[in-house]
T-cell receptor
Framework: AQSVTQLGSHVSVSEGALVLLRCNYS??????LFWYVQYPNQGLQLLLK??????LVKGINGFEAEFKKSETSFHLTKPSAHMSDAAEYFC???????????FGQGTELSVKP | GAGVSQSPSNKVTEKGKDVELRCDPI?????LYWYRQRLGQGLEFLIY????????KSGLPSDRFSAERTGESVSTLTIQRTQQEDSAVYLC??????????FGPGTRLTVL
């Protein structure tokens, strides 16, 4: 069975600081991995996805994530946080490009001025 | 180009009542998914429709939950005899074949 663990339910950074949101996955087959963002009172929006091509994936709003098979990780990073990045971030895994997504518990990112 | 829409946006019901939640996917999207997001928790998969294939119902938490989809259009999620633990935001997503899932704004269900 697939599963996702997001370390830290709440992360707080200063504006301009590095953002690092951690995600580890478990999958018996090569995974497809996703990061979604949920702004307050809005639906989920796809930030980026890994589908077995390049291990370093670039997404929208300056975010990127690196797939590390040896560490079963897919951490999300952004070099410099902006106030508008404050939101909840979800890591998800699926067995293929289609099919159900298995989500982590989410990490709420706060950005301090 | 409308996105995924869901109705109602909010639903308050009494314990024991039945509720129906509606999802209108993006036109042309063959796959439709239902997820549930309980307060402070991640999203839980409920059910998945892909074209004319039998739906994947493996995430439905009990036989009080059911869903239907008419062709490749509207889907309805029905919860019978609602319980307080059913209170959550119910999210619908659609995708074209095996591509990105686009999520709707959700229906917030409160069971009193």
């Amino acid at each position: 069975a697939q599963s996702v663990t997001q370390l830290g339910s709440h992360v707080s950074v200063s504006e301009g600081a590095l953002v690092l949101l951690r995600c580890n996955y478990s999958s018996s087959v090569p995974p497809y991995l996703f990061w979604y963002v949920q702004y307050p009172n809005q639906g989920l929006q796809l930030l980026l996805k890994y589908t077995s091509a390049a291990t370093l994936v670039k997404g929208i709003n300056g975010f990127e994530a690196e797939f590390k098979k040896s560490e079963t990780s897919f951490h999300l990073t952004k070099p410099s946080a902006h106030m508008s990045d404050a939101a909840e971030y979800f890591c998800a895994v699926s067995e293929g490009q289609g099919g159900k997504l298995i989500f982590g518990q989410g990490t709420e990112l706060s950005v301090k001025p | 180009g409308a996105g995924v829409s869901q109705s109602p946006s909010n639903k308050v019901t009494e314990k024991g009542k039945d509720v129906e939640l509606r999802c209108d996917p993006i036109s042309g999207h063959t796959a439709l998914y239902w997820y549930r997001q309980r307060l402070g928790q991640g999203l839980e998969f409920l059910i998945y429709f892909q074209g004319n294939s039998a739906p994947d119902k493996s995430g439905l938490p009990s036989d009080r939950f059911s869903a239907e989809r008419t062709g490749e259009s509207v889907s309805t999620l029905t919860i019978q005899r609602t319980q307080q633990e059913d209170s959550a935001v119910y999210l619908c997503a659609s995708s074209f074949s095996y591509n990105e899932q686009f999520f709707g704004p959700g229906t917030r269900l409160t069971v009193l």
